[in-house]
């Protein structure tokens, strides 16, 4: 299953990027998504979840308030605004499908990856 994400870039603290992450038809409409990030030598993380009707979205501590994780599922994409970006949020971001409608914190819960996209904040 292809996952592009995309939207990735680099910025100034307290700018916002918006994050997009297609996929195939029946994977994308059909179950949860998630993002994650990865910074080198650390594990990922996750960031944000989004259930496969939108209904229910769950956020990190350390983004919420700031990102805003949406989907369309017409268009198989699921977004990741990011506003007041912290030189911490830089990362490489992975946009992920669940194994399930929901979704959850931990990287078993996604069968598929995309190939992440970086995010570079500076002070």
């Known amino acids: 299953v292809q996952l592009q994400a995309s939207g990735g870039g680099l910025v100034q603290a307290g700018a916002s990027l918006r994050l997009s992450c297609t996929t195939a038809?029946?994977?994308?409409?059909?179950?949860?998504m998630g993002w994650f990030r990865q910074t080198p030598g650390k594990e990922r993380e996750f960031v944000a979840r989004?259930?496969?009707?939108?209904?229910?979205?769950y956020y990190a501590a350390a983004v919420k308030g700031r990102f805003t994780i949406s989907r369309d599922n017409v268009k198989n994409t699921v977004y990741l605004q990011m506003n007041s970006l912290k030189v911490e949020d830089t990362a490489v971001y992975y946009c992920?499908?669940?194994?399930?409608?929901?979704?959850?914190?931990?990287?078993?819960?996604?069968?598929?990856w995309g190939q992440g996209t970086q995010v570079t904040v500076s002070s």
């Open positions: 992920a499908v669940a194994r399930g409608v929901y979704g959850g914190d931990s990287v078993t819960s996604y069968q598929y």
């Open positions: 038809k029946r994977t994308g409409s059909n179950n949860g």
């Open positions: 989004i259930s496969r009707s939108a209904d229910s979205t």
